[in-house]
């Protein structure tokens, strides 16, 4: 059988950044060691640190219970009430926020102090659109469809920004800009997704329609990999969504001659390479 693994596939660089840093930190002998959530959205890394000593803080709420230690951002970033309250608590802050969603709060930032309504291309219940709100200083959007846009309660003439999360599929923030053009408002686009975002999304789609069947490697929570699942799934009826290995059904595999793999960006490379190692042997 032909295998072909996307090149994009696994840790993008923000991912692999913060990742280090957590695990810099223990090495440095650090105690305790904190993340502010789960430092990616994969349960075998976090699994692997928490056996290390770190803690994952999940909520807000327990940050007032923590008085020493080190918390570490994760690449998602967040809101900035969140970063002056671990601050204040005399907690050492080491922020690991992707330097592309860093971007993305500094623009929020500035223009909403300017007075611009801030829109936001993404799932309003992600961990890096939650913290992008967070530090919007005026009136936030988040927007994920056409229709949302059409209804925001904004007039023509409103100073406004466009935005987007950085994981965002870009076929649809096109979509998303060309509704907001011609709504009239006065204001700009700044595209935010990223460059590695667009890459790997372009790969796998390309790789999809090349292909018998195509398995897409990562976190259930995983925005992006759930991204390019759905964008692998338009293009090759045969996509298959898995976190590991073990969740790989071989049965389908047996009437397969190529199959495309590809993995988001919070996907180690261990993974990726255990599951083009067996289907590439086991077929």
Same mark, same amino acid.
């Given at each position: 059988?032909?295998?072909?693994?996307?090149?994009?596939?696994?840790?993008?660089?923000?991912?692999?950044?913060?990742? =280090?840093?957590?695990?810099?930190?223990?090495?440095? #002998?650090?105690?305790?060691?904190?993340?502010?959530?789960?430092?990616?959205?994969?349960?075998?890394?976090?699994?692997?640190? =928490? %056996?290390?000593?770190?803690?994952?803080?999940? %909520?807000?709420?327990? @940050?007032?219970?923590?008085?020493? &230690?080190?918390?570490?951002?994760? +690449?998602?970033?967040?809101?900035?009430?969140?970063?002056?309250?671990?601050?204040?608590? &005399?907690?050492?802050?080491?922020?690991?926020?992707?330097?592309?969603?860093?971007?993305?709060?500094?623009?929020?930032?500035?223009?909403?102090?300017?007075?611009?309504?801030?829109?936001?291309?993404?799932?309003?219940?992600?961990?890096?659109?939650?913290?992008?709100?967070? $530090?919007?200083?005026?009136?936030? $959007?988040?927007?994920?469809?056409?229709?949302?846009? =059409?209804?925001?309660?904004?007039?023509?003439?409103?100073? %406004?920004? @466009?935005?987007?999360?950085?994981?965002? !599929?870009?076929?649809?923030?096109?979509?998303?800009?060309?509704?907001?053009?011609?709504?009239?408002?006065?204001?700009?686009?700044? !595209?935010?997704?990223?460059?590695?975002?667009?890459?790997?999304?372009?790969? %796998?789609?390309?790789?999809?329609?090349?292909?018998?069947?195509?398995?897409?490697?990562? #976190?259930?929570? +995983?925005?992006?990999?759930?991204?390019?699942?759905?964008?692998?799934?338009?293009?090759?009826?045969?996509?298959?969504?898995?976190?590991?290995?073990?969740? @790989?059904? +071989?049965?389908?595999?047996?009437?397969?001659?190529?199959?495309?793999?590809?993995? &988001?960006?919070?996907?180690?490379?261990?993974?990726? =390479?255990?599951?083009?190692?067996?289907?590439?042997?086991?077929?």
């Amino acid at each position: 059988m032909k295998v072909t693994v996307a090149k994009s596939a696994g840790f993008c660089f923000g991912v692999r950044r913060a990742v =280090e840093q957590v695990y810099h930190q223990v090495k440095e #002998g650090k105690k305790p060691v904190y993340t502010y959530g789960p430092i990616i959205h994969n349960d075998q890394v976090v699994r692997d640190l =928490e %056996a290390l000593g770190v803690r994952v803080i999940h %909520a807000e709420e327990e @940050l007032e219970s923590i008085s020493e &230690g080190t918390v570490i951002v994760r +690449s998602h970033g967040v809101p900035r009430r969140i970063q002056e309250k671990i601050e204040a608590r &005399g907690l050492e802050l080491v922020d690991a926020t992707c330097p592309f969603v860093k971007k993305i709060h500094r623009i929020v930032m500035e223009e909403s102090r300017k007075g611009a309504a801030v829109i936001i291309a993404g799932d309003e219940s992600h961990p890096e659109v939650e913290g992008i709100r967070g $530090w919007a200083e005026g009136p936030v $959007w988040v927007v994920s469809r056409p229709g949302d846009m =059409e209804r925001l309660p904004l007039s023509a003439g409103k100073a %406004a920004v @466009l935005v987007a999360q950085t994981t965002f !599929n870009y076929t649809k923030f096109e979509e998303l800009v060309e509704i907001f053009s011609k709504k009239g408002y006065d204001g700009n686009v700044i !595209n935010t997704v990223c460059n590695a975002t667009e890459e790997r999304q372009s790969e %796998a789609r390309r790789i999809a329609r090349t292909v018998d069947a195509m398995i897409v490697i990562g #976190g259930r929570h +995983s925005s992006n990999t759930q991204k390019l699942y759905e964008i692998c799934s338009r293009e090759c009826k045969n996509t298959y969504f898995v976190e590991t290995l073990v969740d @790989l059904d +071989s049965k389908p595999f047996q009437s397969f001659r190529h199959v495309g793999i590809t993995a &988001g960006a919070s996907t180690p490379n261990k993974i990726i =390479e255990e599951v083009q190692k067996h289907v590439g042997i086991k077929f």
